[in-house]
């Protein structure tokens, strides 16, 4: 395999430097005619803006009121309105939370700002405000389970997306963990009664906002695309089943995300009552929650066991996002779904990428039990050069959940899915990451020199960014991906499985690797279709 030679030392400064100004963006010097300190009139007040090479850039707008002391664990409030001009040149505070360790590839994928509970803010790219033009709107949705992460990492800066696609782009920050999503109905009363899904819903209020304010921002409220990937994809199938955000957003991309299930009322209240415990609190006890410091309350959600997000409450979220079928609340909406070949790779530790036969062998045995040897032997008979960990990660990642996610999506006969897999492999670490979680982020938003650590140098990585991200834009502006720089690009239906493979070149092809489908199918104890 070619190893991408990049100087370690200048990559690790030229990151260092992009870090810091994830954080705070460099005034770059205008191309467009406007002023060089755009103003817009929000709702709330105006904010003023710079402009990045042909693209207005407003950041930290908020779309909510703080979410400390009283207004912890409840809907978010507007924010409170502001006389003057409020600048809207730094990114906002992130969502309290506790950041895993450092990933072995996607310092871009990092945020550099500060953290606290007025978290509710975003940011706005686009390539015009008041030229009459009605753009498709992409709000991104990021990942991190429910727990961790950003929507102003550099990955996700908008401005060359916005550029390309003539869009606008908006990247925004939501409560996580415990403050997003403590289920407190049955222990703190009807007051809390959408507590278990408050980091969804600042989501919704977010849309609001879009809703309300984004044509004085160059964008067209009736054509907005909510896209996220990994727990953004699982924010965005989750918001695809919520009567409150009906009407709120035209289509939708689920990127290595896809959710068929949530937490049920009981195992949400098991996580309560051992959270109260944690901090000595007795049931009754909930409104002292509001007094208890940040970081208290975030060490006791992270000792053990807890697993944080949507709650299916029968209120904000009445059932399953897409069990047993696809929600009829969105059934009017495009969605595009997919995934990458071998997710796993992306968090696996050195040991992982370079397994002997028998060391695979055994570690799919301890996952998949007596099936493991019949499983290999299939896969590698579709594979027959593939190395070990190769084979592991394939399949441990088979994407049993978008397949039925685009099948239930699908029956309904109301709106279009199209499901895609990406296959191109990046050459970062001689090759041994192949083609992992959180791949195509850089792609979509044409960010590829913002994360060599994650795609290398290659001469090959622009046009398929051009590609991926002109996709993306297609569906956004039509809800329909195809464009006239990839093949055609069919719809899925049961009976025929179009699926896009996303390399180098593309290439449609249906029900890929049929025999593994249904195999991990049977396996996943899901119902055979």
């Given at each position: 395999?070619?190893?991408?030679?990049?100087?370690?030392?200048?990559?690790?400064?030229?990151?260092?430097?992009?870090?810091?100004?994830?954080?705070?963006p460099?005034?770059?010097?205008?191309?467009?005619?406007?002023?060089?300190?755009?103003?817009?009139?929000?709702?709330s007040g105006?904010?003023?803006?710079?402009?990045?090479?042909?693209?207005?850039?407003?950041?930290?707008?908020?779309?909510?009121?703080?979410t400390?002391?009283?207004?912890?664990?409840?809907?978010?409030?507007?924010?409170?309105?502001?006389?003057?001009?409020?600048?809207?040149?730094?990114?906002?505070?992130?969502?309290?939370?506790?950041?895993?360790?450092?990933?072995?590839?996607?310092?871009?994928?990092?945020?550099?700002?500060?953290?606290?509970?007025?978290?509710?803010v975003?940011?706005?790219?686009?390539?015009?405000?008041?030229?009459?033009?009605?753009?498709?709107?992409?709000?991104?949705?990021?990942?991190g389970?429910?727990?961790?992460?950003?929507?102003?990492?550099?990955?996700?800066?908008?401005?060359?997306?916005a550029?390309?696609?003539?869009?606008?782009?908006?990247?925004?920050?939501?409560?996580?963990t415990?403050?997003?999503?403590?289920?407190?109905?049955?222990?703190?009363?009807?007051?809390?009664?959408?507590?278990?899904?408050?980091?969804?819903?600042?989501?919704?209020?977010?849309?609001?906002?879009?809703?309300?304010?984004?044509?004085?921002?160059?964008?067209?409220?009736a054509?907005?695309?909510?896209?996220?990937?990994?727990?953004g994809g699982g924010?965005?199938?989750?918001?695809?089943?919520?009567?409150?955000?009906?009407?709120?957003?035209?289509?939708?991309?689920?990127?290595?995300?896809?959710?068929?299930?949530?937490?049920?009322?009981?195992?949400a209240?098991?996580?309560?009552?051992?959270?109260?415990?944690?901090?000595?609190?007795?049931?009754?006890?909930?409104?002292?929650?509001?007094?208890?410091?940040?970081?208290?309350?975030?060490?006791?959600?992270?000792?053990?066991?807890?697993?944080?997000?949507?709650?299916?409450?029968?209120?904000?979220l009445?059932?399953?996002?897409?069990?047993?079928?696809?929600?009829?609340?969105?059934?009017?909406?495009?969605?595009?779904?997919?995934?990458?070949?071998?997710?796993?790779?992306?968090?696996?530790?050195?040991?992982?990428?370079?397994?002997?036969?028998a060391?695979?062998?055994?570690?799919?045995?301890e996952?998949?039990?007596?099936d493991?040897?019949?499983?290999?032997?299939?896969?590698?008979?579709?594979?027959?050069?593939?190395?070990?960990?190769?084979?592991?990660?394939?399949i441990?990642?088979?994407?049993?959940?978008?397949?039925?996610?685009?099948?239930?999506?699908?029956?309904?006969?109301?709106?279009?899915?199209?499901l895609?897999?990406?296959?191109?492999?990046?050459p970062?670490?001689?090759?041994?990451?192949?083609?992992?979680?959180?791949?195509?982020?850089?792609?979509?938003?044409?960010?590829?020199?913002?994360?060599p650590?994650?795609?290398?140098?290659?001469?090959?990585?622009q046009?398929?960014?051009?590609k991926?991200?002109?996709?993306?834009?297609?569906?956004?502006r039509?809800?329909?991906?195809n464009?006239?720089?990839?093949?055609?690009?069919?719809?899925?239906t049961?009976?025929?499985r179009?699926?896009?493979?996303?390399?180098?070149?593309?290439?449609a092809?249906?029900?890929?690797?049929?025999?593994?489908?249904?195999?991990?199918?049977?396996?996943?104890?899901?119902?055979?279709?």
């Amino acid at each position: 395999m070619n190893r991408t030679k990049i100087n370690r030392r200048a990559l690790l400064t030229s990151s260092l430097a992009a870090g810091v100004l994830g954080a705070r963006p460099a005034l770059a010097r205008p191309i467009a005619s406007k002023s060089e300190n755009p103003v817009v009139d929000t709702a709330s007040g105006k904010v003023r803006g710079v402009v990045n090479n042909g693209v207005y850039v407003f950041r930290g707008i908020p779309y909510g009121a703080s979410t400390a002391g009283a207004n912890r664990f409840l809907p978010a409030r507007k924010p409170e309105p502001w006389t003057g001009i409020r600048n809207a040149f730094e990114n906002g505070h992130t969502a309290s939370q506790v950041m895993p360790a450092a990933s072995a590839i996607g310092f871009g994928l990092r945020s550099n700002a500060m953290q606290g509970e007025d978290c509710l803010v975003l940011n706005v790219f686009t390539p015009g405000l008041t030229d009459g033009r009605k753009r498709p709107v992409m709000v991104w949705i990021h990942g991190g389970g429910y727990t961790y992460s950003s929507g102003t990492t550099l990955v996700a800066d908008g401005t060359n997306l916005a550029r390309a696609g003539d869009a606008t782009v908006v990247c925004l920050n939501h409560r996580l963990t415990v403050f997003g999503h403590l289920f407190l109905a049955e222990t703190g009363g009807a007051k809390y009664a959408d507590s278990g899904n408050i980091g969804i819903l600042d989501l919704v209020s977010a849309l609001q906002w879009v809703r309300e304010n984004i044509s004085r921002f160059g964008g067209d409220p009736a054509n907005v695309t909510i896209f996220g990937q990994s727990g953004g994809g699982g924010k965005v199938s989750t918001l695809l089943a919520m009567p409150a955000a009906k009407g709120l957003f035209h289509r939708a991309i689920v990127e290595s995300g896809s959710t068929l299930k949530q937490l049920s009322r009981e195992d949400a209240q098991k996580n309560t009552e051992k959270l109260l415990a944690n901090l000595g609190l007795k049931r009754d006890q909930a409104a002292m929650l509001h007094d208890i410091p940040t970081d208290k309350l975030l060490a006791a959600a992270a000792a053990g066991g807890f697993r944080w997000g949507p709650v299916v409450d029968g209120n904000a979220l009445p059932r399953h996002p897409f069990d047993p079928t696809a929600p009829d609340f969105s059934a009017d909406v495009p969605v595009m779904i997919g995934t990458a070949e071998t997710e796993g790779t992306y968090f696996a530790t050195p040991d992982l990428l370079v397994l002997d036969d028998a060391s695979m062998r055994s570690r799919l045995r301890e996952r998949l039990g007596e099936d493991s040897s019949k499983i290999i032997d299939l896969f590698r008979k579709n594979r027959p050069q593939a190395m070990p960990s190769e084979l592991y990660f394939s399949i441990l990642a088979f994407p049993t959940k978008a397949n039925l996610q685009a099948e239930r999506k699908a029956a309904l006969a109301k709106a279009p899915a199209y499901l895609y897999r990406i296959n191109w492999r990046t050459p970062v670490q001689d090759g041994t990451r192949l083609s992992p979680h959180c791949l195509e982020i850089p792609f979509a938003f044409n960010n590829v020199w913002h994360m060599p650590e994650l795609v290398g140098t290659g001469p090959e990585i622009q046009p398929l960014a051009d590609k991926v991200s002109g996709t993306w834009l297609a569906f956004a502006r039509t809800g329909n991906p195809n464009h006239s720089g990839i093949p055609q690009w069919p719809a899925y239906t049961a009976n025929q499985r179009a699926t896009m493979l996303i390399n180098n070149e593309w290439k449609a092809v249906n029900d890929p690797n049929r025999e593994e489908r249904i195999v991990m199918l049977k396996l996943s104890d899901l119902p055979m279709t």
